[in-house]
Nanobody, 122 residues
Framework: VQLQASGGGLVQTGGSLRLSCAAS????????VGWFRQAPGKEREFVAA????????YYAESVKGRFTISRDNAENTVYLQMNSLKPEDTGVYYC????????????????WGRGTLVTVSS
């Protein structure tokens, strides 16, 4: 399975960005796609996840109400719509795939894409 994240960039506080995660290969082996982020000098943290079959979602408290994760199974793509961005949302965003259902644990994700940088200026 290969995952490719895109859509990062520079945005002002309060702005919006939409990230995309395109999956290819043995995508049937993935039950959940998650987004994680890593700020400079900090550990990678869970942001949001979605199941590929039923579309159930789960969010970190810090992004609930501002971020929306969605999927397009026909395109094997997962999106992360980020609104009302804050400087603390700055970091490299990664998408990842797992056989687990809606897990937030980083080490349960087997497939990782390269990250895309999101910078929110104050």
């Amino acid at each position: 399975v290969q995952l490719q994240a895109s859509g990062g960039g520079l945005v002002q506080t309060g702005g919006s960005l939409r990230l995309s995660c395109a999956a290819s290969g043995r995508t049937f082996s993935i039950n959940t796609v998650g987004w994680f982020r890593q700020a400079p000098g900090k550990e990678r943290e869970f942001v949001a996840a979605i199941t590929m079959s039923g579309g159930s979602t789960y969010y970190a408290e810090s992004v609930k109400g501002r971020f929306t994760i969605s999927r397009d199974n026909a395109e094997n793509t997962v999106y992360l719509q980020m609104n009302s961005l804050k400087p603390e949302d700055t970091g490299v965003y990664y998408c990842a795939g797992t056989r687990w259902v809606l897990t937030t644990y980083l080490n349960r994700y087997d497939y990782w894409g390269r990250g895309t940088l999101v910078t929110v200026s104050s």
